[in-house]
């Protein structure tokens, strides 16, 4: 059986502001939209050649779009990572993990403890955290105190 090889990565995030009020941004829907993307931007930008990237994003190998854009979207042969899950919505984060395809994989990163939406929302992560832990083939990495200790010992030696 010939395995299929992954078709894209799809990179997304919500569009949450962190407590400040940005109002209203001029330009087109991505000029309004680059400044939530700009993180993943940046990681690309810091983990892959330049020239190569830009071929990526326009062949569609790479695709940035926020999360609600992901709404009705069929993804097959697919890698998808969702950033900032903490400030999806329940509602978002049911979309997110409900998208229709074949030989679809997720990783949703996110902080607990950095949650931006409005108080009477819940973050979709903590509940799904709470609703898929004990699934099989399903993983939950948590990093303590201990883990951060680590990763900053680390990083100050670089």
């Known amino acids: 059986m010939r395995k299929e090889k992954l078709k894209k990565i799809v990179l997304t995030r919500p ?12 330009g087109d829907m991505k000029d309004k939209l680059d400044p939530y993307l700009q993180p993943l931007y940046d990681a690309l930008h810091d983990n892959a050649a330049l020239q190569k990237l830009e071929t990526w994003i326009e062949d569609g ?10 709404r009705g979207r069929t993804l097959e042969n697919a890698f998808v990572i969702l950033d900032e899950a ?20 997720f990783i949703m990163t996110g902080d607990t403890t950095q949650i931006d939406l409005p108080r009477k929302n819940e973050s979709g992560l903590l509940q799904a955290m709470r609703i898929l832990s004990n699934i099989e083939g399903i993983s939950i990495i948590k990093f303590d105190e201990r883990i951060l200790s680590d990763i900053n010992c680390l990083l100050k030696e670089l």
């Not at 569009?15 to 001029?26: D, I, T, W």
């Not at 903490?86 to 994989?105: E, W």
């Open 15 to 26: 569009a949450v502001e962190a407590g400040e009020r940005l109002g209203f941004l001029p």
């Open 61 to 70: 190998t790479v695709q940035i779009a926020p999360l609600a854009f992901m």
């Open 86 to 105: 903490q400030n999806a919505t329940i509602s978002q984060l049911k979309m997110f993990l409900t998208k229709d395809g074949s030989k679809l994989k």
